[in-house]
C-alpha cells in the first residue's frame, strides 16, 4: 500500500534551542518549528512533525526519529540532501525512507537509550563543554557501578519524575543501566527503557552521584523507588550532559 508518510532520523546539538518541542513565547527556537520550517519551503505548504519524544532545553540527539505526512509523493526527494541545505549546521538529516501509513514515531517506540556524559577533569573540557557535566570533584566509579543494577526492572519511578508534564502512570521497565569508563576522565551512564518521565534521565544521574558522594548504598536506591517521593531524590543533573541516542522500534 502506497504511503506519504517520512520516517527521518535525525541528530542535533540542542544547546541553542528550547527542546524539541514548539512554545509559545520562548527565547530560542525548538527543533520541531526549525524542521517544520524547513520541510515547508520543500513542500510549499506547512508540515506537522512528530518526534519519538520531547528533549529537554539544551539535550541532544543522535538518533531521534520523526516522521511527517507529505502532501505529495515524496519518493523523488532526497531529504538528507534537501534539508541539509536549509536546516542549520546543529541538525543534521542522518537517513530517511518512507514507511507504512501506522508507523508512528512516538506510539510504535519499543524502547530508547539514552547517554549521559561526565568529564572528571580538573579543568574545562573545552571541545567538550556542550556536551557534558563537567563534575570536577571526587568520583567514585565503581560505587556508581555498584548503584546503577537497582534501576533495573520494572519500578514506579515517581521519585525520579520533575514536575510539568501528566502522565497516566509514572511505571516504567528499565532494561538495562550501566555506567561505562570511556579515557581516563570522561564517563558515560546509559540506560535503555520502555519510556521515561519527564527529566527522569537527568534525574537519575543527579541522585547517582549524590548518593556517591553520601556513600549510599543500593539498597538506598531501592527505598527511594519505594518511597515514590520526588523530594527524597536528588537534582537534575544539567541538560548538556543528556543524548538520545537510539530509538528501538
Known sequence: MSSNRVKLILSYDGTDYC???KQTNASKPSIQETLEVALEKIF????KCIASGRTDSGTHAQGQVVHF????????INFVR?????????????????????????????AKTYRYRISTQ??????LRRFCYWYPYPFDFKALQDLAPALEGRHDF???????TQVPNTVRTIYRARWIQKKPHLYYFEVTGNGFLKQ??????????????????????????QARDRTQAAYAAPAQGLVLLRVYY
Not at 505526512?69 to 523523488?76: E, L, N, Q, T, V
Not at 525512507?97 to 517506540?109: G, R
Not at 515517581?158 to 510539568?164: L, N, P, Q
Open 19 to 21: 527542546g524539541w518541542q
Open 44 to 47: 510549499k505548504t506547512p508540515i
Open 69 to 76: 505526512d507529505a502532501p505529495k509523493d515524496p519518493s523523488r
Open 200 to 225: 527522569m534521565v537527568r534525574n537519575l544521574v543527579g541522585t547517582q552521584l549524590y548518593f556517591m558522594q553520601k556513600k549510599r548504598s543500593r539498597q538506598d536506591i531501592i527505598e527511594l523507588l
Open 158 to 164: 515517581k521519585s525520579f519524575e520533575s514536575v510539568g
Open 82 to 110: 534537501a534539508l541539509e541545505g536549509i536546516l542549520p549546521g546543529s541538525i543534521v538529516t542522518q537517513s530517511s525512507e518512507i514507511v507504512p501509513k501506522d508507523f508512528h514515531s512516538l506510539l510504535s517506540a519499543k
Open 122 to 127: 580538573s579543568t574545562g573540557p573545552t571541545f
